[in-house]
């Protein structure tokens, strides 16, 4: 059977970082409230870095990693909602970054925080077709552009970086089966509006928008339809969900991952967090946490491993690979 394996990870980190007591002067809000309610102690903000910056750190890092050269990589996918630029897309930056040759196709996707397992799904898809032999998938975010700094109810949640990781298929392990669902009925819970359209024929009042969130619709939504993905990729997998070795899942918060782990009766131990470091990273979260527990040793050749995002959209998904 033809699997996509995560052969490389990288992860590239802002240097500035944010203690939650550095968070109550800009807000009112205090370090008890913060990790109470989200787990999260510090956050890392972009300041001389860029999206393309941290997108290129990370794809340099797991391309070492990888042992891959840039001649080899064939399609370049970079999932991010906070562009910095609307063209050229990201990866195409990130292909110009890196020499990677024009043989390569580079495209960006924006599914939030759900767009690191979306995009990995791509690439499997791709590789179940034949095409392409080796793929660079970056999550990246400069979320922090999006964010109104006034406001508590969001602001203490997020944070800047990225993580890559290069893919091929293989026969040996990888990707086994994938879930992934969308519910755009359910968008307004999480948004950030672009700027208005202005030209000729429409004049409108510019207002410049910052994410806005309803989170308890955001958490019951998370608690519920995480467990259900993850339960679809284990059954159709054939695979017993005490037997899967680790959870990782988008770093969104303490209690949802806890809840998760409940609602799937599996110890809370199975399920890696840096969140308290980092905040939320929306899209490159899973592949800075990938990374860092592939270079803790925690990744086992043979074991299964669940991967799961979720985010605006709504969007959902999971991923079951053997390692
Ligand atoms: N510091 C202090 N008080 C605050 C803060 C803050 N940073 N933010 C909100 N509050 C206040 C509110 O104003 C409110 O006060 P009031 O009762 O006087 O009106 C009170 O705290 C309670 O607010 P709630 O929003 O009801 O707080 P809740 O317990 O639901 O916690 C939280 C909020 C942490 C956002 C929670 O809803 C949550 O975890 N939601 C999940 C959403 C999430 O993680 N989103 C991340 C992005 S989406 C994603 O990645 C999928």
Redesign the pocket.
């Given at each position: 059977m033809m699997m996509t394996r995560i052969i490389g990870t990288g992860s590239a980190l802002p240097e500035a970082v944010l203690t939650n007591d550095d968070m109550s002067a800009l807000?009112?809000?205090?370090d008890e409230?913060?990790a109470s309610?989200?787990g999260i102690r510090t956050r890392h903000l972009a300041g001389k870095e860029s999206g393309v910056s941290m997108a290129s750190e990370a794809a340099r890092r797991a391309m070492e990693n990888a042992g891959a050269h840039p001649e080899e990589i064939d399609l370049i996918i970079v999932a991010t909602c906070s562009v910095d630029n609307f063209f050229p897309n990201t990866a195409c930056s990130v292909q110009k970054e890196l020499g990677i040759p024009n043989t390569a196709a580079a495209f960006d996707m924006n599914v939030?925080?759900a767009g690191f397992v979306y995009a990995l799904h791509t690439v499997h898809a791709y590789f179940l077709a034949g095409i392409y032999k080796k793929a660079l998938i970056v999550g990246v975010e400069a979320i922090s552009r999006l964010i109104d700094w006034t406001d508590?109810?969001t602001c203490?949640?997020?944070g800047d970086g990225a993580g890559a990781a290069v893919v091929e298929p293989s026969e040996e392990g990888g990707v086994i089966c994938i879930s992934q669902h969308a519910d755009g009925s359910l968008g307004d819970a999480?948004v950030c509006e672009n700027r208005e359209i202005e030209n000729p024929v429409s004049k409108r009042e510019q207002q410049l928008s910052y994410i806005k969130?309803n989170?308890?619709a955001?958490?019951k939504f998370?608690v519920t339809r995480v467990p259900e993905c993850i339960h679809e990729v284990v059954d159709k997998g054939g695979v017993d969900i005490n037997d899967v070795s680790l959870f990782l899942m988008?770093q969104?918060?303490e209690?949802?991952l806890q809840s998760v782990a409940k609602r799937l009766k599996v110890d809370i131990a199975k399920f890696p967090m840096n969140l308290q470091k980092y905040g939320?990273t929306?899209a490159a979260s899973l592949p800075i946490l990938l990374d860092e527990v592939s270079r803790e040793g925690l990744l086992k050749r043979g074991e299964y491993v669940v991967l799961s995002g979720?985010?605006?959209g709504l969007t959902w998904g999971a991923t079951l690979l053997k390692w």
């Open positions: 807000v009112e809000t205090s409230w913060i309610r989200t939030a925080c508590r109810s203490v949640l997020f999480l969130m989170g308890q955001v958490f998370a988008h969104a918060n209690r949802i939320n929306s979720f985010g605006a």
